[in-house]
C-alpha cells in the first residue's frame, strides 16, 4: 500500500512539472507569418480607440493587426504613422524607413495609450513602402 501511494505522489508531480513546463516554455507566437485578423487604414484604426478605448481594447488587444498609412514620426525603436499609432520595431526596420512614405506594416496590438492617446503595436513586420 505504502509503495502505490509512492508512485501515485511521484506520477502527480511528474505530470503536474511537465504541464507547467509546457505553460511557461510554450511556443511564441511568430507574428510575421500569422494573417491579419484586421485590415484598417490607421486613421480608421486610432478613431475607434478614441470612440471608446474600452472596446476598442477589448477588440483588438493580442490580435494581429494590418495598417497602412504615412511615416511621420521615426524614433529608435519605433515609429508613428499618420500622427496616431505608434510602432515598436527592429532597429533594421527602423532605419530602413523614410518621413512621408506611405506603408503598410502588420504586428500585434498592445493596447492603447491613454495619456498619449495613441494605439500601440509591436512585433513589427513591413509589408509594403511606397
Same mark, same amino acid.
Given at each position: 500500500?505504502?509503495?502505490?501511494?509512492?508512485?501515485?505522489?511521484?506520477?502527480?508531480?511528474?505530470?503536474?512539472?511537465?504541464?507547467?513546463?509546457?505553460?511557461?516554455?510554450?511556443?511564441?507566437?511568430?507574428?510575421?507569418?500569422?494573417?491579419?485578423?484586421? =485590415?484598417?487604414? *490607421? #486613421?480608421?484604426?486610432?478613431?475607434?480607440?478614441? +470612440?471608446?478605448?474600452?472596446?476598442? &481594447?477589448? $477588440?483588438?488587444?493580442?490580435?494581429?493587426?494590418?495598417?497602412?498609412?504615412?511615416?511621420?514620426?521615426?524614433?529608435?525603436?519605433?515609429?508613428?504613422?499618420?500622427?496616431?499609432? =505608434?510602432?515598436? *520595431? #527592429?532597429?533594421?526596420?527602423?532605419?530602413?524607413? +523614410?518621413?512621408?512614405?506611405?506603408? &503598410?506594416? $502588420?504586428?500585434?496590438?498592445?493596447?492603447?495609450?491613454?495619456?498619449?492617446?495613441?494605439?500601440?503595436?509591436?512585433?513589427?513586420?513591413?509589408?509594403?513602402?511606397?
Amino acid at each position: 500500500m505504502k509503495h502505490k501511494f509512492i508512485f501515485i505522489t511521484i506520477s502527480f508531480f511528474l505530470i503536474a512539472f511537465f504541464i507547467a513546463y509546457y505553460a511557461v516554455y510554450k511556443n511564441h507566437r511568430n507574428i510575421a507569418n500569422e494573417q491579419a485578423s484586421f =485590415i484598417l487604414a *490607421a #486613421d480608421s484604426f486610432y478613431e475607434e480607440f478614441i +470612440e471608446n478605448p474600452t472596446v476598442s &481594447t477589448k $477588440k483588438y488587444l493580442d490580435k494581429t493587426i494590418q495598417l497602412s498609412g504615412v511615416i511621420t514620426e521615426i524614433d529608435m525603436g519605433n515609429f508613428m504613422i499618420d500622427d496616431k499609432v =505608434i510602432f515598436y *520595431a #527592429d532597429d533594421s526596420i527602423v532605419h530602413t524607413l +523614410e518621413m512621408g512614405k506611405f506603408i &503598410t506594416v $502588420k504586428g500585434r496590438s498592445i493596447g492603447y495609450d491613454e495619456l498619449l492617446e495613441n494605439p500601440k503595436i509591436d512585433q513589427t513586420t513591413l509589408i509594403t513602402v511606397q
